[in-house]
């Protein structure tokens, strides 16, 4: 097992993430922002030197926390988007020996469940053809987007993409911190797909 944390939670600059990741002890890091800037879309000097750094601080990177899919963006976004992003991730995740990078499954833009649920599979099924290709694992958290509105449609996301690149990164507190009760379902939902798990507490709600 690997443990590392998302490293932008410690501190907005790349040596204040390392410090806190070594004073845990930790070997690995899950990158997300630097300074404010998503990891997956620095310029190539900033990447370069903060991959100087990480040598430097003596880590490894577990995963890539990219934009894709997540709240920042909708369904009804330019798809173009995504595969860009993913494009430029990927020879950066083989230059950091980084299998796994996080994405979500679109939010919503006022399209019907059916609409909103092919067209998010249809773009999950592109990008997890991508990541075959580049020997990754495209992780989706339980967060936002089609795949987590409910249990039931987290497992048959999963199913409709049907891609052995395509993976669930299950967030232990996500259920709660979005308004769910049944976090137990949401895990036996997740199971059989779990690649990668977030470790988060939530207090609410309750009942």
Known sequence: MTLSGIADEAGADLATQIRAHRALGWGYIDLRNIDGAQFTTLDDAAFEAACEELTAGGLKVSSFASGIANWACRI???FEQSITTLQQAIPRMHRLGCRFIRTMSYPN???ADDAWRDEAVRRMKILGAMAADAGIIITVEN???W??????NYARFFERVDSPEVKAVYDTGNPASHGHTNTWDWYLAAKPHIAYIHIKDHTGPLG
């Open 143 to 145: 967060c936002d987007g």
């Open 76 to 78: 009804d976004d330019p």
């Open 109 to 111: 833009a006022g399209l």
């Open 147 to 152: 795949a987590s509105t409910s249990p039931a």
